[in-house]
């Protein structure tokens, strides 16, 4: 059974053109997070929510928003992708804050 | 910055060897968790150990925490090919900051 689900799996867009990428969850866990991962890099965490709090991180760039509108769903904004952007991008979630964190598959973005 | 630094940063081995992966960390932490990422895939966590814990055992997975020397070890024994994947230690730093710290991760190749 799919615990952390993220759509679409794949992602193309245009440089500059707006998209938004989806997780949800069935655990009915506390926190949220957005982790943003390029090619053999480690997972560099973006921003993540505990509850309705939103935490930023300091070099996260004002072009990601993201948006929790209830426990299930969170959303992961780019306002202007660049080509810099392409990159698979991992929500996860954890019952509370340091706990083991539920990974869904990834969205592959690819800005053209 | 606290981000793990993982070695050897690749590693291949014959299907039935053991393997063993090292990282190390900056500060103070309040767990170390280790994770497993497929090509292309989100992460899985494997095993998470508290600062108070020096050994941890799961299946064919073995876990060691040194916060002296602020490093952890990774040993699978019996290696499968279903093992290929890439490591990545994570760390939740002692300050309570809600966030994991992913490390540079291993790329592990098991040859059949």
């Known amino acids: 059974d799919a615990m952390v689900i993220q759509n679409p799996r794949y992602q193309v867009t245009q440089f500059g053109k707006p998209v938004t990428l989806s997780c949800s969850q069935t655990?009915?866990?506390?926190?949220m997070y957005w982790y943003q991962q390029k090619s053999s890099q480690a997972p560099k965490l973006l921003f993540h929510?505990?509850?309705?709090?939103?935490?930023n991180e300091a070099d996260t760039p004002d072009n990601f928003q993201s948006r929790r509108p209830n426990t299930s769903f969170c959303f992961l904004d780019i306002r202007s992708p660049g080509l810099g952007d392409a990159a698979m991008y991992l929500c996860?979630?954890?019952?509370?804050?340091?706990?083991?964190?539920?990974f869904g598959p990834g969205t592959r973005l690819l800005v053209l | 910055s606290q981000q793990g630094e993982e070695d050897p940063q690749a590693l291949s081995i014959q299907e039935g060897e053991n393997a063993t992966m090292n990282c190390s960390y900056k500060?103070?932490?309040?767990?170390l968790q280790w994770y497993r990422q497929n090509s292309g895939r989100g992460l899985v966590h494997l095993i998470l150990?508290?600062?108070?814990?020096r050994e941890k055992h799961s299946g064919r997975l073995r876990v060691t925490l040194d916060t002296s020397k602020k490093s952890s070890s990774l040993l699978i024994t019996a290696s499968r090919a279903a093992d290929t994947a890439s490591y990545f230690c994570a760390t939740e730093e002692d300050f309570g900051n809600e966030k994991l710290t992913f490390g540079t991760g291993t790329r592990l190749t098991i040859i059949p």
């Open positions: 500060t103070s932490i309040n767990n």
């Open positions: 150990i508290r600062s108070n814990e």
């Open positions: 655990l009915n866990h506390n926190v």
């Open positions: 929510y505990y509850d309705k709090d939103f935490n």
């Open positions: 996860a979630t954890s019952r509370e804050a340091g706990e083991t964190q539920y």
